[in-house]
């Protein structure tokens, strides 16, 4: 299976969910609204600190864009060339009842509507992705296509799986690297190792390269983060994870895919605990009242 194949594939096949398949052209609403298949942010809001009842609650119930999301969506669209129009709205803040008025029309138009101060700063941290020797070799124009979907069935539990990648480069000799498009508050190592853990984004490393295996398109694909700050300079560092993240992402997948199967199976999709919970106090406040008070 490969891109030229399916390269007219922009809706889904007929039934329940959505074919298994590459879909170049996919809608970014009808792709997140395939309530039969598991993404990998689903699966990381299966287990904890989450559990399957928030995650069952956040699929029936989805949430408008959030005004926190503007910036990100902004930036991902400058870097991959692919998505809502930015519009720019030339107010200094969103106080007065024009300027609201404004960005609820542009939202309603399918846009994503932007202090002029928001739009100068996203066209500098685009141009910043740009001047980055790897960065802008990974996301360069003709190298690939932005937001392509797969979907895939798990083997072990029959469940489908999907995955949207930012970029997906064109077939070539070599190894096939994905590159996805982190914007962050700090783009250095060590804050970055953090957010990994944060966000899960080891356990997004393993199901992107899991979805690159199941559609034919390489037999052993490597994926890198593109992360980029969000104040000036717009600093960008690109990272690629260990051997031991990789395996806990894995791992962790796993689990998750395993319980989404049985949930669904027996439509009983736990809180955090179904029994009495046995608590202990935080270490931390258990050793300073150790010592005050015993």
């Not at 999301?69 to 009842?97: Q, S």
């Not at 051997?243 to 439509?267: H, K, M, Q, V």
């Amino acid at each position: 299976m490969t891109i030229t194949a399916l390269a007219g594939a922009s809706a889904p096949a007929a039934g329940p969910g959505i074919a298994p398949g590459i879909y170049p052209s996919l809608p970014i609403d009808v792709y997140h609204a395939d309530r039969w298949s598991l993404s990998s942010s689903g699966a990381r809001k299966l287990l904890a600190p989450s559990c399957p009842a928030l995650f069952r609650y956040e699929q029936d119930h989805p949430q408008p864009p959030k005004r926190t999301f503007d910036m990100g969506n902004a930036a991902h669209r400058l870097v991959l060339g692919d998505g809502p129009d930015l519009v720019a709205v030339e107010a200094d803040d969103w106080r007065t009842k024009a300027a609201r008025e404004e960005r609820d029309a542009i939202r309603a138009d399918g846009g994503v509507p932007l202090l002029a101060a928001e739009y100068d700063q996203v066209q500098a941290m685009a141009d910043a992705i740009r001047r980055h020797p790897v960065a802008s070799a990974l996301f360069a124009p003709d190298s690939g296509r932005p937001e392509v979907s797969v979907f895939w069935t798990d083997g072990p539990t029959g469940i489908t799986r999907r995955a949207r990648f930012d970029w997906l480069p064109h077939p070539r000799s070599g190894r096939l690297i994905i590159g996805d498009y982190k914007t962050c508050r700090s783009a250095e190592p060590s804050a970055l190792a953090r957010a990994v853990d944060e966000y899960g984004y080891h356990c997004q490393d393993d199901w992107y390269r899991a979805a690159a295996r199941a559609a034919g398109l390489a037999d052993d694909p490597a994926m890198v983060f593109v992360c980029q700050e969000k104040t000036a300079p717009y600093l960008v560092t690109v990272v690629e994870l260990d051997a031991t993240a990789r395996r806990i992402g894995a791992a962790r997948n796993r689990r998750a895919i395993d319980l989404f199967a049985r949930c669904t199976e027996t439509g009983h999709w736990p809180g955090y605990s179904d029994d009495i919970t046995y608590l202990s106090l935080p270490v931390w406040a258990e050793r300073r009242d150790e010592e005050e008070y015993l």
